[in-house]
C-alpha cells in the first residue's frame, strides 16, 4: 500500500477529542441539573402561592412577581437558580438552606485542608475533584485571614489549670528582607496538664534565641495564667535557664539529655563516638539520683584515660544539669529527660514550612507555623492521655534531692 492509500485510510478513522465529549458530557449534566432544581423551586413557589403560575383558582394565596437570579455551585458545576419571588410574602425554599449549609461545610473543608498541610494548588484541585468549581487562589487567601484570625485568638487564649511539667524549644526559619535571607526564631511550648493531657502552650516569634527572647515568652505564658509548673525542660539555650529562674524560680529545670550528649560528642573522635554514648546512656541508666552521681564519677575517669580532657570536664560540670528528672516518678523519667516529644512538633513545622522556603516576614512565619500547631491540638496528640499524673500526686517532691 502506498503512501496515499494510507493517508486516505487514515483520513476515514473517527478522531475522538476526549477534552470536547467531557466538556459536552459536563454542560449536558450541568443542564439537566439545573432544570431539575429550577422545577423545583416553581413547584416550591406554586405550593406557597396555593396554585399554579398562570392557574386560576380559588385557593390561591398569593401572585408571582417575577424571579431573581442566584449562582448555586453543584458536583456538576456551577448553575443559575431562577428563585421565585412572590407578591406578599418573602419566599423560602429549603434548596437555598442546604445551599447555606453547604458553603458554610466548604468554607470548613478549605480550612480543614490549608491547616492540615495541603498546599493552596492542591486544594483548588481538590474543590474541583469534589465540588466540580475550582476555587480561586483568592478565596482560599481570604479564607486564610479568616483562619488568621482565629489563630491569633487561640494563641492568647488563657491558660487553664495547672501544668507541673513544661516542654521549651526553639525553631530557626528562614525569610527574605531587603533581598536577602535571614534567619527568624520561633519559640514554642507544650506542657502536660494536671491530668495528664498534653496542650500547646504557646507559640512566638522571638528574633533571636536570647534571654530577652525567653524572658518575653515566658512572661506572655504568665501572663496568660500558666501555672503550677514543677519540671521544665528544654536544651540549655542562651538566656533560656536564667529566664526560668526569673519568672518560675521554684520550678527544676531539666537539660535534655540528648542535646547534652550531642554536646559532649562535639569534643570526641568521630571513632570513640559510639563508646561514649554507651557511657552516658549508661549514667541515664541509673536507678536513682545516688547512683547516677556514682556512675558519673566513674565516666568522668574514663573519659580522661582516653585523653578526652574537654569531655570529661563538660560531663563534670553540667551532668547535674540532665538529673532533674530524678526528683519524680520513675514511670516519668523516660519522657522527662529529653525534649523530643517538642522536636517531633518541631519536624511537624519543618515538613510544612519546607515547600515555602523563604517567607516574606516574620509574622507569615508565624501564622503558618502556628495553624498547623492549632490542627495538631485538635488531634488525638491532645486527646490522648499521655501520663498518669496520679503518680506525681504520690511523690513528695520536696523530699527528694534537687539538682545541683
Same mark, same amino acid.
Given at each position: !500500500?502506498?503512501?496515499?492509500?494510507?493517508?486516505?485510510?487514515?483520513?476515514?478513522?473517527?478522531?475522538?477529542?476526549?477534552?470536547?465529549?467531557?466538556? *459536552?458530557?459536563?454542560?449536558?449534566?450541568?443542564?439537566?441539573? #439545573?432544570? +431539575?432544581?429550577?422545577?423545583?423551586?416553581?413547584?416550591?413557589?406554586?405550593?406557597?402561592?396555593?396554585?399554579?403560575?398562570?392557574?386560576?383558582? #380559588?385557593?390561591?394565596?398569593d401572585?408571582?412577581?417575577?424571579?431573581?437570579?442566584?449562582?448555586? *455551585?453543584?458536583?456538576?458545576?456551577? /448553575? +443559575?437558580?431562577?428563585?421565585?419571588?412572590l407578591?406578599?410574602?418573602?419566599?423560602?425554599?429549603?434548596?437555598?438552606?442546604?445551599?447555606?449549609?453547604?458553603? %458554610?461545610?466548604?468554607?470548613?473543608?478549605?480550612m480543614? !485542608?490549608?491547616?492540615?498541610?495541603?498546599?493552596?494548588?492542591?486544594?483548588?484541585?481538590?474543590?474541583?475533584?469534589?465540588?466540580?468549581?475550582?476555587?480561586?487562589?483568592?478565596t482560599?487567601?481570604?479564607?486564610?485571614?479568616?483562619?488568621?484570625?482565629?489563630?491569633?485568638?487561640?494563641?492568647?487564649?488563657?491558660?487553664?489549670?495547672?501544668?507541673?511539667?513544661?516542654?521549651?524549644?526553639?525553631?530557626?526559619?528562614?525569610?527574605?528582607?531587603?533581598?536577602?535571607?535571614?534567619?527568624?526564631?520561633?519559640? /514554642?511550648?507544650?506542657?502536660?496538664?494536671?491530668d495528664?493531657?498534653?496542650?500547646?502552650l504557646?507559640?512566638?516569634?522571638? %528574633?533571636?534565641?536570647?534571654?530577652?527572647?525567653?524572658?518575653?515568652?515566658?512572661?506572655? =505564658?504568665k501572663?496568660?495564667? =500558666?501555672?503550677? $509548673?514543677? &519540671?521544665?525542660?528544654?536544651?540549655?539555650?542562651?538566656?533560656?535557664?536564667?529566664?526560668?529562674g526569673?519568672?518560675?524560680?521554684?520550678?527544676?529545670?531539666?537539660?535534655?539529655?540528648?542535646?547534652?550528649?550531642?554536646?559532649?560528642?562535639? *569534643?570526641?573522635?568521630?571513632?570513640?563516638v559510639?563508646?561514649?554514648? *554507651?557511657?552516658?546512656?549508661?549514667?541515664?541508666?541509673?536507678?536513682?539520683?545516688?547512683?547516677?552521681?556514682?556512675?558519673?564519677?566513674?565516666v568522668?575517669?574514663?573519659?580522661?584515660?582516653?585523653? @578526652?580532657?574537654?569531655?570529661a570536664? =563538660? $560531663?563534670?560540670?553540667?551532668i547535674?544539669?540532665?538529673?532533674?528528672?530524678?526528683?519524680?516518678?520513675?514511670?516519668?523519667?523516660?519522657?522527662?529527660?529529653?525534649n523530643?516529644?517538642? #522536636?517531633?512538633? !518541631?519536624?511537624?513545622?519543618?515538613?510544612?514550612?519546607?515547600? $515555602?522556603?523563604?517567607?516574606?516576614?516574620?509574622?507569615?512565619?508565624?501564622? &503558618?507555623?502556628?495553624?498547623?500547631?492549632?490542627?495538631?491540638?485538635?488531634?488525638?496528640?491532645? +486527646?490522648?492521655?499521655? !501520663?498518669?499524673?496520679?503518680? @506525681?500526686?504520690?511523690?513528695? +517532691?520536696?523530699?527528694?534531692?534537687?539538682?545541683?
Open positions: !500500500m502506498d503512501d496515499d492509500s494510507k493517508t486516505t485510510n487514515l483520513s476515514n478513522v473517527i478522531q475522538i477529542d476526549d477534552d470536547r465529549i467531557q466538556d *459536552h458530557l459536563g454542560r449536558v449534566v450541568r443542564s439537566t441539573v #439545573e432544570e +431539575t432544581l429550577n422545577a423545583l423551586l416553581d413547584a416550591e413557589a406554586d405550593a406557597l402561592a396555593g396554585a399554579g403560575r398562570y392557574e386560576r383558582s #380559588e385557593g390561591r394565596r401572585y408571582r412577581a417575577g424571579h431573581r437570579e442566584r449562582k448555586l *455551585h453543584t458536583k456538576a458545576g456551577e /448553575v +443559575t437558580l431562577k428563585v421565585p419571588k407578591r406578599k410574602q418573602a419566599f423560602e425554599t429549603a434548596i437555598i438552606e442546604r445551599y447555606r449549609r453547604r458553603e %458554610a461545610s466548604v468554607e470548613e473543608a478549605l480543614e !485542608m490549608y491547616l492540615a498541610g495541603v498546599s493552596v494548588r492542591r486544594v483548588e484541585d481538590i474543590t474541583e475533584a469534589l465540588w466540580g468549581t475550582r476555587v480561586s487562589a483568592g482560599i487567601s481570604n479564607l486564610n485571614k479568616k483562619i488568621y484570625a482565629k489563630i491569633d485568638i487561640w494563641r492568647n487564649q488563657p491558660i487553664e489549670g495547672e501544668h507541673p511539667y513544661v516542654y521549651l524549644d526553639g525553631i530557626v526559619m528562614k525569610r527574605s528582607w531587603a533581598g536577602e535571607v535571614r534567619n527568624v526564631s520561633l519559640l /514554642v511550648a507544650f506542657g502536660v496538664n494536671g495528664g493531657f498534653r496542650e500547646i504557646g507559640i512566638v516569634e522571638g %528574633a533571636k534565641e536570647d534571654k530577652a527572647g525567653w524572658s518575653s515568652f515566658l512572661k506572655h =505564658l501572663q496568660r495564667g =500558666l501555672k503550677g $509548673v514543677q &519540671l521544665i525542660i528544654s536544651d540549655a539555650c542562651l538566656g533560656l535557664v536564667e529566664s526560668v526569673d519568672f518560675y524560680p521554684d520550678a527544676r529545670w531539666q537539660r535534655c539529655t540528648v542535646h547534652f550528649y550531642r554536646n559532649v560528642f562535639s *569534643h570526641v573522635p568521630s571513632t570513640k559510639r563508646d561514649v554514648a *554507651h557511657m552516658l546512656k549508661a549514667i541515664h541508666a541509673s536507678e536513682d539520683r545516688a547512683a547516677a552521681d556514682a556512675k558519673a564519677g566513674e568522668i575517669a574514663k573519659l580522661k584515660g582516653l585523653r @578526652l580532657g574537654r569531655a570536664d =563538660l $560531663v563534670a560540670d553540667s547535674a544539669e540532665t538529673f532533674a528528672y530524678y526528683a519524680f516518678p520513675d514511670q516519668h523519667w523516660i519522657k522527662l529527660r529529653t523530643n516529644p517538642l #522536636e517531633r512538633l !518541631m519536624r511537624e513545622i519543618r515538613r510544612r514550612t519546607r515547600v $515555602v522556603g523563604a517567607f516574606p516576614d516574620a509574622q507569615s512565619c508565624l501564622n &503558618l507555623a502556628a495553624a498547623r500547631l492549632r490542627h495538631i491540638a485538635g488531634t488525638k496528640w491532645s +486527646t490522648r492521655r499521655y !501520663m498518669n499524673m496520679d503518680l @506525681l500526686k504520690q511523690v513528695d +517532691t520536696e523530699a527528694r534531692p534537687a539538682t545541683a
